[in-house]
């Protein structure tokens, strides 16, 4: 270990480190520092009392940050992490020991909706997001030593007196290594509507389709689908992309055309859910990998039940909020006749954030009382509101 060492100012960990020990350099002279792509972690109070130290680069391959790393760094005043799921603390008999001091003022830089950006605005940090390229300059010290000999020969004694001039010239060199940051990351997810939910219901065959497919979408972050911290934003994927394959399926309309022409209702698709979409994610690429007729049967919708799951909820006020917005916006409608007359629960011809107000409301009301619960929004619906 190098710590108290005041003498040193500046390192390049070589490429061969992974792993910078608990405490490596405490209250060393160090104010630069270059760490490379082979360190995947930082332990326990590696760099605290570095007071001279301004600025830190962490790699990408860096995912976790131990507790106290950054502590006492008086100095500090721009932690750059490229790896926007690093973890910046420890967490320990049930609390969360940061990697900086609770004072810190300096900045922490990197990627918009990022888990690094989470853990900064939680904790009172400053947070800039990252858009340009980080640019790192290591300077190198380059020592060549070059011998002069000069030989006299005094002839009378026969003797021979060599004697040697040494110079030493010292040369420095700058090397500039950029390191390109993409404002966006590419993730791949897996799309299947719900099976009681078919797609493109024709009520004159009393059918619907499901589709299977892969989404390659672009945002401020990678998704992980086995991450419940992703689950909201992959969830509001999925529902625009339901809402975009309706649209697409719609366009071509013949169903017996859909097999053939999955490139295009792919293609469609994109086109919908980039003009529809609210998530910060663009759909870059569909592969429709299925479509197949439902066997579910007839379709009725029941009042407020906008995703014919049997239940009245949240999950219907957002569906009728979304379509409203859509329609305000100029994006044209999506809802079949049937989610029409579903969601259209105070009967005024058009779907509008009243009737999401109202589906919350008998919600709400519904949670409290299972007789309202198991009787349906109609009756209720007849008694608040259509008879009175």
């Known amino acids: 270990m190098l710590c108290e060492c005041s003498s040193l100012n500046s390192i390049v960990i070589p490429d061969s480190v992974t792993l910078i020990g608990p405490w490596a350099f405490t209250r060393s002279g160090l104010n630069t520092v270059k760490l490379p792509d082979s360190v995947t972690a930082i332990n326990e109070g590696a760099f605290y009392g570095c007071i001279g130290l301004e600025e830190i680069i962490i790699p990408e391959s860096v995912t976790v940050v131990d507790q106290r790393v950054f502590g006492d760094c008086t100095s500090l005043k721009t932690v750059t992490v490229l790896n926007p799921d690093c973890q910046l603390y420890r967490i320990a008999q049930g609390s969360t020991e940061s990697a900086f001091d609770e004072d810190f003022t300096g900045t922490i830089r990197s990627f918009a909706g990022s888990a690094v950006q989470s853990f900064a605005e939680e904790n009172g940090y400053n947070f800039e997001a990252i858009k340009e390229n980080v640019t790192t300059t290591t300077t190198t010290t380059t020592t060549t030593t070059t011998t002069t000999s000069t030989t006299t020969t005094t002839t009378s004694k026969a003797t021979t007196t060599t004697t040697s001039k040494a110079t030493t010239t010292t040369t420095s060199s700058e090397a500039t290594t950029t390191t390109t940051l993409p404002d966006k990351y590419k993730s791949t997810l897996g799309y299947e509507n719900d099976e009681d939910s078919p ?65 295009q209702i792919a293609e469609e698709a994109v086109k919908s859910f980039n003009e529809i979409s609210d998530t910060g994610y663009t759909a870059k690429k569909i592969e429709i990998a299925d479509i197949s007729k439902s066997d579910k049967g007839d379709l009725k919708y029941t009042l407020g039940d906008l995703n014919d799951d049997g239940a009245v909820d949240g999950t219907d006020a957002t569906i009728v909020l979304r379509e409203f917005g859509n329609i305000l916006a100029g994006k044209g409608e999506s809802f079949t006749p049937e989610q029409v007359a579903a969601g259209d629960v105070d009967g005024n011809g058009v779907i509008d954030g009243s009737d999401a107000t109202i589906i919350l409301k008998f919600y709400g009301e519904a949670g409290n009382d299972v007789e309202i619960s198991y009787a349906g929004m109609v009756p209720w619906m007849e008694k608040n509101y259509w008879n009175r």
Do not use: H, W
């Open 199 to 263: 797609l493109y219901y024709i009520p004159e065959e009393s059918s619907g389709y499901n589709i299977k497919a892969e989404v390659e979408v672009e945002g401020p972050k990678k998704l992980d689908e086995t991450d419940s911290a992703d689950g909201s934003i992959i969830n509001a994927i999925r529902s625009y992309l339901t809402s975009s394959f309706e649209k697409a399926l719609k366009a071509i309309g013949d169903p017996e055309q859909f097999a053939e022409k999955t490139e």
